[in-house]
């Protein structure tokens, strides 16, 4: 089992610029989570999918933010346009239910300048 | 508003001694804890989790003690070694009548074990 997949490991834009982020969970996991870290903030939680479907989008900061999962095994989640302050590390995360611990992926750091 | 805080930003234990970590909760309908380590440059993994029905689990030389009443749990390392040396967060989820499915995260307490 290759774990949960981010691409790409790094990624460095400039302002006003859009922004894909790509993951692919670990096969048979029904849950799909998508955080973001910073000094400031920690993990935050920015949306998860169940099944595919969008559970709860709450934790999304902006319209700027928009996440799709067309299929179990691929999940995006788009920043139009990127602003500085979106720089982060952003996590993706997978998991078999709601009680088992989640399986993260590597994160992909990405830097607006 | 931080619902899961880990006060303490880093710690330092010497090797082979007891590592305490801690985390204060204030949601009332977390039920399920967990505590995820993370490495440089990498994703947090999971390390060991706990009910709300539980007030102590342990995994090896890991032990999770949950206090509800006082809304507080800690985790115990011993003893401590130096691939222990990582960030620890805490979690926590609500409960599973209803509320979101996602863990809320405390910001992460590093802890650093000397030779």
């Known amino acids: 089992d290759a774990g949960v997949i981010q691409s790409p490991r790094h990624e460095v834009t400039e302002m006003g610029q859009e922004v894909t982020l790509r993951c692919k969970p670990i096969?048979?996991?029904?849950?799909l989570f998508w955080y973001r870290q910073t000094m400031m903030r920690g993990l935050e939680l920015l949306i998860y999918?169940?099944?595919?479907?969008?559970?709860?989008d709450s934790g999304m900061p902006e319209d700027r933010f928009s996440a799709k999962m067309p299929n179990a095994s691929f999940s995006t989640l788009k920043i139009q346009p990127s602003e500085p302050r979106d720089s982060a590390v952003y996590f993706c995360?997978?998991?078999?239910?709601?009680?088992?611990?989640?399986?993260f992926g590597s994160g992909t750091r990405l830097t607006v300048v | 508003d931080q619902q899961v805080k880990q006060n303490s930003p880093s710690l330092s234990v010497q090797e082979g001694r007891i590592s305490i970590l801690n985390c204060d909760y204030t949601n009332s309908m977390f039920d399920y804890f967990l505590w995820y380590k993370k490495y440089p440059a990498e994703g947090p993994t999971f390390l060991i989790s706990i009910s709300s029905i539980k007030d102590k689990n342990e995994d090896g030389r890991f032990t999770v003690f949950l206090n509800k009443s006082a809304k507080h749990l800690s985790l115990h390392i011993v003893p401590s070694q130096p691939g222990d040396s990582a960030v620890y967060f805490c979690?926590?989820?609500?409960?599973?009548?209803?509320?979101?499915?996602?863990?809320?995260f405390g910001k992460g307490t590093h802890l650093i074990i000397q030779p």
């Open positions: 995360a997978s998991s078999p239910d709601r009680v088992m611990g989640y399986t």
């Open positions: 999918f169940n099944n595919n479907v969008p559970i709860d």
């Open positions: 096969s048979g996991h029904d849950y």
């Open positions: 979690a926590a989820r609500p409960y599973s009548g209803g509320g979101a499915d996602g863990l809320t």
